[in-house]
């Protein structure tokens, strides 16, 4: 119904910058939250940063707060996550989701049983 494809990862330097990108197709309309998680190696999947459909209500883990922004264009059907200043234990692997149902404009979920579908996800590498 949704897909979703994440690009922009690779390998960085500590306290550099990356831009994740998550364009959706398929059936968008009745699509609100937006999300970004990521999962390290033996670590479980966290919630790193979401957003509502208007893209004014967002929210961020306390681990990437002041550092990651995520916005979204509805008019291009994707949604973004800039990270700035990335530490090594950003390390992993960086999955987009969305919420298929409407809840309002500015809904948002953190819990990722909220979601419906998932991106297969794009390798993100800090080195020190």
């Known amino acids: 119904q949704v897909q979703l494809v994440e690009s922009g990862g690779g390998l960085v330097q500590a306290g550099g910058s990356l831009r994740l990108s998550c364009a959706a197709s398929?059936?968008?309309?009745?699509?609100?939250?937006m999300g970004w998680f990521r999962q390290a190696p033996g670590k479980e999947r966290d919630i790193v940063a979401a957003?509502?459909?208007?893209?004014?209500?967002?929210y961020y883990a306390d681990f990437v707060k002041g550092r990651f922004t995520i916005s979204r264009d509805n008019a291009k059907n994707t949604v973004y996550l800039q990270m700035n200043s990335l530490k090594p234990e950003d390390t992993a692997v960086y999955y987009c989701a969305v919420v298929a149902k409407w809840y309002g404009s500015s809904y948002y979920a953190t819990d990722s049983r909220e979601y419906d579908y998932w991106g297969q996800g794009t390798q993100v590498t800090v080195s020190s």
């Open positions: 957003t509502s459909r208007s893209g004014l209500t967002t």
């Open positions: 398929g059936r968008t309309f009745s699509t609100s939250a």
